[in-house]
């Protein structure tokens, strides 16, 4: 009961250590008057901790209960707090174990709605994805469509929603739906962007997943600064290494105007020797070598770095 513990991290492996010490009919009942006390203390607190802390005793109270054989009590707990997702997860577990699908779905939507009301984004795209698995087993191509879409949409546009959204539609179904696609994400970055200055990174994204190698060039090229260079040229450098060099140079020079110390230089530099490294870049980053060792003729710190490239 000594709340210094906390300070260190140190109670909530403590407290697992009293359910294991829960090993006779006293000791049961002194741990769970333990816990019970806990709750009481914490149903006094304000703020975030309040339910991620009651939560945890509930839990610590529940093991202890089953531990002893009290499964009843225990079940109790979890009737009595279905608002908590944890609790509310084992009664879907329990129902998908017996295959009632239809009751699980149902809980898992009251879940959903009680996490949105709570502002618990992570705990519904948890309750979204244990519905994708249902009707995945279900073969419900129309709501696993719904939910998939969904979870690519509000979940920063995480590419493994988008895969297992592909991979519900067949190849002409999908070309269809990949214009769909791109189009909300041009339509997207323009609205979010006025300025249309930095690459459409999720557009991006799925022309590399498509392997639409042409439209992320075509995109790269006009927002070719030499961060977004370094993170998509791998991907084309096989069929367009003589316009990224290109890209390369024209950043690499710009970078270079604005560069005004050596921990500057040397970043040129490590641009330079990536340009060097595409087909055929090595004789262009040789040129542009001598031509920054020529323009900023009294910067020798930037000279100095950039004699250090193979």
């Not at 019970?36 to 202890?64: A, C, I, P």
């Not at 939910?147 to 297992?164: F, G, H, Q, T």
């Not at 991006?204 to 995109?219: D, N, S």
Request: aromatic residues 10%; hydrophobic residues 35%.
């Amino acid at each position: 009961g000594n709340a210094d513990y906390g300070d260190y991290g140190c109670a909530d492996k403590l407290y697992l250590l009293l359910v294991d010490a829960a090993d006779s009919p006293e000791r049961t009942g002194q741990v769970l008057d333990f816990f019970d006390d806990q709750l009481k203390k914490v149903g006094l607190e304000e703020g975030w901790s309040k339910e991620y802390r009651s939560r945890n005793f509930l839990k610590l109270k529940m093991d202890t209960l089953i531990k002893s054989g009290q499964e009843e009590k225990a079940d109790d707990i979890i009737s009595d707090n279905m608002h908590i997702h944890d609790f509310r997860k084992i009664i879907v577990e329990k129902n998908l174990a017996e295959h009632k699908f239809d009751e699980a779905i149902r809980l898992i939507r009251e879940g959903m709605d009680i996490a949105v009301k709570d502002n618990y984004a992570g705990v519904v795209i948890k309750w979204k994805e244990m519905l994708t698995d249902i009707y995945k087993k279900q073969n419900n191509v129309k709501e696993l469509r719904i939910i998939l879409k969904d979870l690519y949409y509000s979940c920063r546009y995480e590419i493994k929603y988008y895969r297992d959204y592909k991979s519900t539609f067949g190849k002409e179904e999908w070309n269809n739906e990949l214009e769909k696609i791109i189009n909300t994400h041009k339509k997207n970055e323009k609205e979010g962007n006025f300025l249309f200055r930095s690459l459409p990174g999720h557009l991006a994204a799925v022309y590399i997943e498509e392997k639409m190698w042409g439209e992320l060039f075509a995109v790269l090229q006009k927002f070719a600064n030499i961060h977004e260079l370094l993170q998509y040229s791998h991907y084309l450098e096989k069929e367009y290494a003589p316009e990224l060099i290109r890209l390369y140079n024209n950043a690499i020079v710009q970078e270079a105007e604005r560069a005004s110390n050596r921990n500057a230089y040397h970043e040129i530099a490590s641009y330079i020797k990536k340009m060097s490294e595409l087909p055929g870049g090595r004789e262009p980053a040789g040129l542009l070598i001598n031509q920054l060792m020529v323009q900023f003729a009294k910067r020798p710190a930037m000279k100095d770095e950039l004699g250090k490239i193979v």
